[in-house]
């Protein structure tokens, strides 16, 4: 299986900054990544898919890059509504994968 | 609005079954492809299984390979899990979501199951 490995676990950032989460995939993934949000008590949610492209409804404050094995999600203007975990996950090869998340508050 | 509401969670004992349900609405059922995710108390995301939109296409996580069972119902728009054997470690909470390529581009409000004597 294809371990995802994200980091930071955890990252406090203050209202306006700009925010980066990375993603590490064990092997080449070609992109096939996506990013979720999950609000605390909530069910996550699509942010992001094929490494770069916004889910329907997503703020344009919320982008990603990357190839290869690397990858990242950036948060704009960071807003009180984004505190939430965060999830990067595979779907290159079978099985699908997630990484361990990396939680968001505001300092 | 695409809605998926999980039902059937509950406490179980270690070894006994259970079968959650999934109910869709908002969208052609029929036409995707959905799967079981779940998370762990204060843990990560881990796929469960997942069933092809006609459901003749079935695939599980290593964890849950033998013991759990995806199906479907597309006249009634419902997906369902059925979990036998289950085990401690399969505490968690469930959710169902539809899936193209296995992006969850939709996701239920989840149901909890846990396992305890």
């Known amino acids: 299986d294809i371990q995802m490995t994200q980091s930071p676990a955890s990252l406090s950032a203050s209202l306006g900054e700009t925010v980066t989460i990375e993603c590490r995939a064990s092997e080449d993934i070609y992109s096939n990544l996506a990013w979720y949000q999950q609000k605390p008590g909530n069910s996550p949610q699509l942010l992001i898919y094929?490494?770069?492209s916004l889910a329907d409804g997503v703020p344009s404050r919320f982008s990603g890059s990357g190839s290869g094995t690397q990858y990242s999600l950036k948060i704009n203007s960071l807003q009180s509504e984004d505190v939430a975990s965060y999830f990067c996950?595979?779907?290159?090869?079978?099985?699908?994968?997630f990484g361990s998340g990396t939680k968001l508050e505001i300092k | 609005e695409v809605q998926l509401v999980e039902s059937g969670g509950g406490l179980v004992q270690p070894g006994r079954s259970l079968k959650l349900s999934c109910a869709a609405s908002g969208f052609t059922f029929s036409d995707y492809n959905m799967a079981w995710v779940r998370q762990a108390p204060t843990k990560g995301l881990e796929w469960v299984a997942s069933i092809s939109y006609g459901g003749s296409n079935t695939h599980y996580g290593d964890s849950v390979k033998g013991r759990f069972t995806i199906s479907r119902d597309n006249a009634k728009s419902t997906l369902y899990l059925q979990m036998d054997s289950l085990r401690s470690e399969d505490t968690a909470t469930y959710y169902c979501a539809r899936h193209f390529a296995y992006v969850m581009d939709a996701w239920g409000q989840g149901a909890s199951v846990t396992v305890s004597s």
């Open positions: 094929d490494a770069n």
């Open positions: 996950q595979q779907y290159n090869n079978y099985p699908p994968t």
